[in-house]
C-alpha cells in the first residue's frame, strides 16, 4: 500500500528521502512527493508515476523531510491527490496511510476552511494548524491524534520547528535512530541501509523526535502518557532486497524456494524433532477441538492447503476463513478453539482486525508470518516465523511455500502430540518435506519447456486452473498468479466442478491447465481432460514423471517429481509460477509491481 519515509539529521536529506521511498516502490503506488523544511521554508514537490524516474532531486539543503508514495484511496490519482498535503497558511505538512473515517465530524473544528483535495489526509493538517492556535506543534499532533478514528499512520512537520512526528493505530510505522540520524518509515527494509535496530511503534502512540536536541519520546495518545521503548534488533540484510542478475524480483524469489525452504526446515527441525513446543505449548495442543484458519489472498490459499493437512493427519475439524468477512458474521468461537492467523507482511488489515475478533473470546492464536516485529505477531500469542527473507515482488511465491511449509510441520507436531502418528511415520514425513527443496530444483530446471508453452498462449484473455483435493488449493494460487502480474482472467476451480458450468467456457482459445498427479484422483482428472478435448479445448497439464498416459491427452505437459501426495503442493505450484511469470514477461507486463496492487493491504 502506499508508502512513508521520513528523515531529520545532520545532512541535506532530499537524496535520503528520495531512496528511501525508491526502497519502497515494490509495495505498490500510483503517485508521490515529498515536503523538505529548508532554512527559510518547506519545499513541496508531487508527481504522479513512478518516483524510479526521478535520478535526483535538486538539492535545498533540508535536514528534516518527509516523503510518500500513494495508492489511492480517497480521490483519483493526481497530483493534488498526491501527498504530502498541507494547511492553508502551508505551515504544517502530513504524510498519512491508511483511512479516516470521521472526516465529517473532524471538519466541525474548521468550519469554513477550504479543501482543496479529495483526500481524507488533508484533514490532519489542517486540524494541527487549527489547535496550534492554542499549544504548540507536539501538544497539537497529541490532541489531532487522539480525534482520528479509523486505521492510519502519519508523519508531520512543521514549518517553524525542527520536529519530526509521527502517529500510529493500525498501520504500521516503525522508527530508527543512528547517531545524529533519526528515520521514520512505513516498512523496515528500507532502514536496512542505515541501521540494524528499529522502535516499533504500537497503535496508540506517537514519536517525538527533535533535531537539534536529539531528543526522542515516545508517548501514548489514548492513555495520554510516555512510554518506554528500547530499540530492537532485526534480521534483514541489504542483499535480501537487492535483485541481482535476475530481470525482476519474482523471477529471483522463485528460484529462491529451495534455500528458504531449507533455512525453514534446519529451523525448526533437528533430529527429526520439530520445535513447535515454545509457541504452542503440549498441553493447549491437547485441548484443542477446532482450528479457524484467517488469512487473505496468497495466505488464504496456504490456509486451505492445511485444512487437507490437518483434518487427515490430526483428525481435527478445520474452518479457513476469508479474513476480510470473518469478523463480520459474528464468528462462534469456543474456548477450545485455536485461532491461526497467516499473513506474509504481518500487517495485513483485514487479518489483524479478525486477530482484535478473536482477542474478545479468549482463544489461543498463532500467527504464521514473515516479519518479526510485525503487527500480526505483537497481537498473537505465539508467532512461527516463515524464513522466506524479504519477498519485494507484489505476487507472493516464496511467502507461499514457507507458509506451506510450516503449516504441514504444525500438523505433524500437532498429530504427534495428540497420538495421531507413530513416530516412524513422523520420520518418513520429515524426510520426504527434507527432499522437497531438490525436486523443486529440477522443475526449476524446466525454464526453456516452461517457456515454449509460453510462447503458444500468452495472447489469450481467459484462462481455467483445475485440480483435485490437495491440490484444487494449488489451481485457485494459479489462478491468481495469472490475474494478478499478467492481467489474464482465470479462474480456479475442483476439476469435478468443471461439469457444473466453467465447462459452457471451454473452446479452441481458452487454455484449461490441469493438475494431474497420480493421486487418488488421477483417473478422474483424465476423464476432465477428455472432456475438455472433446470440446476443442487446450489442455496444460502438470503431471507426475514417466506418466505416459497424460501425454496422450494433453497439448504441453509439464513433469515433476514424484512425492508423496501430502506435499505434491509444494511442486505443482512451481510451473504455475512460472509460467505466470514468462506470460507477464511475454506481455510486457509490470510484473514487481502490477497496477491496482499492493504488496500489503494495510487498509479494509
Known amino acids: 500500500m502506499c508508502g512513508i519515509f521520513a528523515y531529520a539529521g545532520k545532512k541535506d536529506c532530499t537524496d535520503v528521502i528520495i531512496k528511501g521511498l525508491k526502497s519502497l516502490e515494490y509495495r505498490g503506488y500510483d503517485s508521490w512527493g515529498v515536503a523538505l523544511k529548508t532554512g527559510t521554508g518547506i519545499t513541496l514537490e508531487k508527481n504522479v508515476g513512478k518516483v524510479s524516474q526521478v535520478e535526483s532531486l535538486e538539492s535545498v539543503n533540508a535536514r528534516v523531510g518527509i516523503g510518500h508514495t500513494r495508492w489511492a484511496t480517497h480521490g483519483n490519482v493526481s497530483v493534488l491527490n498526491s501527498h504530502p498535503h498541507t494547511d492553508s497558511s502551508k505551515r504544517v505538512y502530513v504524510v498519512h496511510n491508511g483511512i479516516i473515517e470521521n472526516i465529517a465530524e473532524l471538519k466541525k473544528y474548521i468550519p469554513g476552511d477550504l479543501f482543496y483535495s479529495e483526500t481524507d489526509t488533508e484533514i490532519i493538517p489542517k486540524l494541527i494548524a487549527h489547535f496550534m492556535a492554542e499549544m504548540d506543534f507536539p501538544e497539537a499532533v497529541k490532541t489531532v491524534a487522539a480525534l482520528l478514528k479509523g486505521n492510519f499512520a502519519f508523519v508531520s512537520i512543521d514549518r517553524d520547528s525542527d520536529y519530526l512526528i509521527a502517529a500510529r493505530n493500525g498501520s504500521p510505522i516503525v522508527a530508527a535512530k543512528s547517531g545524529g540520524e533519526f528515520f521514520i518509515s512505513s516498512d523496515l527494509q528500507s532502514l536496512i541501509a542505515y541501521t540494524k535496530k528499529a522502535f516499533f511503534i504500537n497503535d496508540g502512540e506517537m514519536v517525538i523526535y527533535q533535531l537539534d536536541k536529539q531528543s526522542l519520546v515516545f508517548y501514548d495518545f489514548i492513555e495520554k502518557r510516555e512510554v518506554h521503548k528500547t530499540a530492537q534488533s532485526y534480521d534483514l540484510q541489504s542483499g535480501d532486497i537487492e535483485k541481482g542478475n535476475y530481470k525482476h524480483f519474482m523471477l529471483k524469489e522463485i528460484f529462491e524456494q529451495p534455500v528458504r525452504l531449507e533455512n525453514t526446515y534446519l529451523n525448526y527441525v533437528d533430529d527429526f524433532d520439530i520445535a513447535f513446543s515454545e509457541m504452542l505449548k503440549p498441553t493447549i495442543v491437547q485441548k484443542i477441538n477446532r482450528i479457524v484458519i484467517i488469512a487473505c489472498g496468497t495466505s488464504w490459499h496456504a490456509g486451505l492447503v492445511s485444512e487437507y493437512w490437518l483434518e487427515s493427519l490430526v483428525n481435527i475439524p478445520v474452518e479457513v476463513e476469508y ?35 478473536s482477542r474478545k473470546f479468549g482463544i489461543p492464536i498463532l500467527s504464521i508470518c514473515n516479519v518479526s516485529g510485525s503487527t500480526i505477531t505483537r497481537l498473537s500469542d505465539a508467532t512461527v516465523f516463515t524464513k522466506a527473507g524479504p519477498e519485494i515482488g507484489v505476487a507472493s511465491t516464496k511467502a507461499f511455500t514457507t507458509q506451506l511449509e510450516v503449516l504441514f510441520l504444525l500438523a505433524l507436531y500437532l498429530a504427534q502430540q495428540r497420538g495421531k502418528l507413530r513416530h516412524k511415520d513422523i520420520i518418513n514425513y520429515l524426510k520426504n518435506l527434507k527432499d522437497i527443496p531438490e525436486k523443486i530444483e529440477r522443475v526449476l530446471s524446466k525454464t526453456d519447456q516452461i517457456s515454449t508453452i509460453m510462447e503458444s498462449h500468452y495472447a489469450v484473455t481467459n484462462a481455467l486452473f483445475l485440480g483435485r483435493g490437495v491440490n484444487y488449493p494449488i489451481a485457485l494460487e494459479g489462478a491468481l498468479k495469472l490475474k494478478e502480474i499478467s492481467y489474464i482472467h482465470a479462474e480456479g476451480y475442483p476439476a469435478a466442478e468443471m461439469k457444473h458450468g466453467p465447462i459452457a467456457l471451454i473452446d479452441r482459445n481458452m487454455p484449461t491447465f490441469f493438475i494431474c498427479i497420480r493421486d487418488q484422483s488421477y483417473e478422474k482428472v483424465l476423464s476432465n481432460i477428455q472432456e475438455v478435448k472433446a470440446r476443442d479445448g487446450i489442455v496444460i497439464a502438470v503431471a507426475n514423471d514417466n506418466d505416459e498416459r497424460i501425454t496422450t491427452l494433453a497439448d504441453h505437459v509439464i513433469f515433476i517429481p514424484e512425492t508423496i501426495v501430502e506435499l505434491s503442493p509444494f511442486l505443482t505450484v512451481i510451473p504455475l509460477q512460472m509460467l505466470a511469470y514468462y506470460i507477464a514477461d511475454k506481455r510486457g507486463c509490470d510484473i514487481d509491481k502490477p497496477r491496482n496492487l499492493a504488496k500489503s493491504v494495510t487498509v479494509e
Do not use: C, H, W
Not at 332 to 346: H, K, M, P, R
Open 323 to 357: 479474513a476480510s468477512e470473518f469478523r463480520y458474521r459474528n464468528p462462534v468461537l469456543t474456548e477450545n478453539t485455536l485461532i491461526i492467523a497467516i499473513s506474509q507482511s504481518g500487517e495485513t488489515a483485514d487479518t489483524i482486525a479478525g486477530i482484535k475478533e
